[in-house]
């Protein structure tokens, strides 16, 4: 007891810890900031390998051999990107080559725009004093931008390929590894499990829900007759896995080129009918059974959104749930003491204590630490003072 007594009184106070801790999180925060070009697609690669575990776990259940069988993951995980690349690269090159046809129609808006402000009391030196001192270099620094965006996204492509295929060998067999953390660390080897099955949960979802929405918004825009119905359903579908804002990217091109392509009027009634859709979609029931595929409410998922987008680049807001799951797993649901926390960002301690079966593993039980005296019960923590003070009182009764 004395021991025990001696080596809490070394200890820092918990105020100082908890600084301590923010310190070393915010250092690491700033690594990752800029090293964020490698550990993107590292994450990326990761969590696609294990959205197509279940294939390969399927395939060595039918005798096929391991390394065959993590071949065809990488590969389906190589046709997918591809197929999405392929689609998005199509998609650009319709924009390309259909935006010169409407430069009349862009000039007869600004003139119509011009008259408006006229009209409005804007004299016509003051239009056309803003016109001649607007900056060109602006522009040609935003095409400049583009230009090295696009370099960056090859790149990346690149990179997250070489990334899969390591992944994809790595996670070959991974038995061994998996017994040894769990003889070492059963929280954290369960928490890791928790992790893997709710990403794919997460990315298969999401992708269900983004062809539904692209189908939707396809349906709207060859309704109105608005052009490149294609290349806007690509659009969606790819911001579909921005979550709560990426419905409002997606719109406004189709929204510009309802106004170009038709006039004032369609571009309203399409944007009325994207809001209404992508709303009910992506905001009231995407969100609510995400939430409870992946154990995360929509306050968190909106500030993950942005915190990523801050810390990891362009490709945070993408990364922003499975980057959130894996932080939550890893350093709240591995430990007893800090699981709490996952209560308020949309997960339950009922499914934290108990397992849950997820085809083909099961999620394991994740156990409290052997070295963590567990809380007692409020029942027998009353019962406990009340002998306390039954035994204080007996002297003073005999006496």
């Known amino acids: 007891m004395s021991t025990q007594t001696d080596v809490e009184g070394l200890r820092p106070p918990e105020g100082i810890r908890i600084l301590y801790a923010g310190a070393a999180i915010v250092a690491c925060l700033i690594g990752i900031y800029f090293i964020h070009d490698v550990v993107a697609p590292v994450f990326l690669a990761i969590t696609l390998v294990l959205t197509v575990r279940p294939l390969v776990l399927w395939l060595n259940h039918?005798?096929?051999?391991?390394?065959?069988?993590?071949?065809?993951?990488?590969?389906?995980v190589f046709l997918v990107l591809m197929a999405i690349l392929f689609a998005?690269?199509?998609a650009l090159i319709q924009f390309g080559q259909a935006i010169p046809a409407y430069a009349d129609r862009f000039n007869d808006l600004y003139n119509a725009a011009s008259q408006q402000l006229i009209a409005w009391g804007v004299s016509q030196t003051t239009i056309t004093e803003w016109l001649l001192t607007f900056d060109y270099t602006r522009l040609l620094g935003y095409i400049t931008g583009l230009m090295s965006s696009?370099?960056?996204?090859?790149?990346?492509v690149g990179s997250l390929f070489l990334f899969v295929a390591f992944v994809a060998v790595d996670l070959t067999d991974t038995t061994e590894q998996r017994a040894k953390l769990a003889a070492v660390k059963p929280n954290l080897a369960a928490a890791l499990l928790d992790f893997s099955w709710r990403v794919r949960k997460y990315w298969i979802?999401?992708?269900?829900?983004?062809?539904?929405?692209?189908?939707?918004?396809?349906?709207?825009?060859?309704?109105?007759?608005?052009?490149?119905?294609?290349?806007?359903?690509?659009?969606?579908f790819v911001t579909a896995y921005?979550?709560?804002?990426?419905?409002?990217?997606?719109?406004?091109?189709?929204?510009?080129?309802?106004?170009?392509?038709r006039d004032a009027q369609t571009m309203l009634?399409?944007?009325?009918?994207?809001?209404?859709?992508?709303?009910i979609a992506s905001m009231v029931i995407q969100p609510k059974v995400t939430g409870d595929a992946v154990g995360l409410n929509i306050t968190t998922t909106f500030i993950s959104l942005v915190f990523w987008a801050i810390i990891m680049g362009p490709l945070g807001p993408i990364l922003a749930v499975p980057l959130t799951l894996f932080c939550k797993s890893v350093f709240f649901d591995a430990y007893p003491r800090t699981r709490w926390v996952s209560v308020f960002m949309g997960g339950s301690l009922q499914e934290l204590g108990g397992a849950e079966t997820v085809p083909p593993l099961?999620?394991?039980?994740?156990?409290?630490?052997?070295?963590?005296?567990?809380?007692?019960e409020p029942q027998a923590q009353a019962e406990a003072i009340a002998d306390a003070e039954q035994i204080a009182k007996s002297p003073r009764e005999k006496s």
Do not use: C
């Not at 992708?207 to 939707?216: D, K, M, P, Q, S």
């Open 62 to 76: 039918h005798r096929v051999p391991k390394l065959v069988s993590s071949l065809i993951g990488m590969v389906v």
């Open 242 to 261: 921005i979550p709560n804002v990426g419905f409002l990217i997606g719109m406004i091109p189709p929204a510009l080129m309802a106004l170009l392509a």
């Open 205 to 236: 979802v999401n992708t269900i829900f983004g062809l539904v929405v692209a189908l939707i918004n396809m349906s709207i825009l060859a309704w109105l007759q608005i052009p490149l119905v294609l290349t806007w359903g690509i659009l969606a």
């Open 362 to 376: 099961e999620a394991p039980t994740v156990k409290d630490d052997p070295l963590v005296e567990p809380e007692p």
């Open 150 to 156: 696009v370099q960056f996204w090859a790149t990346f």
């Open 88 to 90: 998005v690269t199509v």
């Open 269 to 279: 009634i399409m944007v009325a009918a994207y809001l209404v859709v992508n709303f």
